[in-house]
């Protein structure tokens, strides 16, 4: 008699930081059967791939501190576990897996109370509050930078890198009409768009086409200004599906520092111009662009250092240097776990025999 499916429970919820590492593991548990767990009017219902059924509850992460909203927030996350408890019973859910964030809770929590094991992968070099406080809860914490380690004392980590979708691991066409052999900058500020970046790269961008180079930019669908920059050798778009073409057509990103979108370039072997989210949690952004930097794979520029005429200069500077921008783009590589998800799939897989 063949035994029944593994029936996992993916935790993962709010950006593609979060999102695309858990679709990535997804993909790679083809004998499980997965259903999901997000957050409303989040980028869950956009992203999650429609064959794995998708739950949500409300929960908010600990950002101020402890007061009245704490309290109404602590109340919320005992409402979710509850749910979430109901719905690893229900469900007959026999594991789980998140990546992280506030949504991590509530499920890890649940899984605890319910005695099933549970898997946390941490992406970032320094983790997050909700990492640091249930790491010791879960069965493993996966890690994306080894250096996090050290944040963990009492957790089982496991260094696996950070896994990304299939289509980064094959050549992929780029639709967009860029000519063969000009330079192609590309600018991507994450999945919440970068509003004071976008501003520095149109003030920057007029030097850059006058060299004969090409920038595709993704503004986000928030910056009012994203249509102010007209050229032909500029495109701008709000989002573009197809990033793994982009980043492996790409000479230069100019890019936030999310541990995804690292991860990415590394895959790509794409060399960076690294200007972190200064408003990210504990800084942690920051952290992630130093191992590029040191590595040699990127420079990093604090946001409130950076000037349009700062940026203009290191552009041009790196565009007139092939040779340096091959030694970063090599770099970059060597930072890459490219069987980063199959590693991923394996540690959740041992848990059959837990």
Known sequence: MSKSPIRLLIAASGTGGHLFPAIALAEQLSDYEIEWLGVPDRLDRELVPAQYPLHTIAVEGFQQRFGLGSVRILKGLIA????????????QIDAVFT??????????????????PVILHESNAIPGKVTRWLSPFCSAVALGFESAAQYLPKAKTVYVGTPVRANFQKPCQL??????????????GGSQGAIAVNQFVR?????????????????GDKDPDAKSLEHPQYLSLPFYD????LFQRADLAISRAGAGTLTELAVTQTPALLIPFPYAAEDHQAFNAKIFADAGAALVFRQSELTAEVLESKVLHLLRSPELLQEMAHKSGTLAVTDSAKRLAALVSDLKDK
């Open 99 to 116: 990546t992280g964030g506030y949504i991590a809770a509530p499920a890890i929590m649940a899984a605890r109370f319910q005695g099933l």
């Open 242 to 245: 197809n990033m793994a073409g």
């Open 203 to 219: 003030q920057s961008a007029p030097a850059w086409l006058a060299t004969g180079a090409w920038v595709v930019h993704l503004t």
């Open 175 to 188: 639709e967009l009409p860029i000519p063969d052999h000009v330079p192609l900058i590309v600018v991507v």
């Open 80 to 91: 979710s576990i509850r749910v979430v408890q109901r719905l690893l019973k229900n469900r």
